[in-house]
């Protein structure tokens, strides 16, 4: 099993950048795909970005392509998120997630964090 707890969500302007963290229990982290996933109010789920355990193959979806960047950090245990050029769009409570195999389905992702609120004003 694997814990998750996200971190370095918050306020910023159209424009603007963030940077989310989300650190994971368990000596396996590595073994695992992490992704983010996001949920804006009244909406369903919404896959963000993925990366594999083993090469750090990475894969994001079209509407975060070019402006965001996942990466993770095995040493640390870490997963990051970097936001850049934001819009109001991007407004959500963003979670990471961990799966067994490579895959962008939030269904397959069998571990989530709580989740970290990212504000985008106009």
């Known amino acids: 099993q694997v814990q998750l707890v996200e971190s370095g969500g918050g306020l910023v302007q159209t424009g603007g950048s963030l940077r989310l963290s989300c650190a994971a229990s368990?000596?396996?982290?590595?073994?695992?795909?992490m992704g983010w996933f996001r949920q804006a109010p009244g909406k369903e789920s919404e896959f963000v970005a993925a990366?594999?355990?083993?090469?750090?193959?990475?894969y994001a979806a079209n509407s975060v392509k070019g402006r965001f960047t996942i990466s993770r950090d095995n040493a640390k245990n870490m997963l990051y998120l970097q936001m850049n050029s934001l819009k109001p769009a991007d407004t959500a409570v963003y979670y990471c997630?961990?799966?067994?195999?490579?895959?962008?389905?939030?269904?397959?992702?069998?571990?989530w964090g709580q989740g970290t609120q990212v504000t985008v004003s106009s």
């Open positions: 368990g000596r396996t982290f590595s073994s695992y795909t």
């Open positions: 997630a961990a799966s067994n195999f490579f895959t962008t389905t939030t269904k397959n992702y069998a571990y």
């Open positions: 990366i594999s355990g083993g090469d750090g193959s990475t």
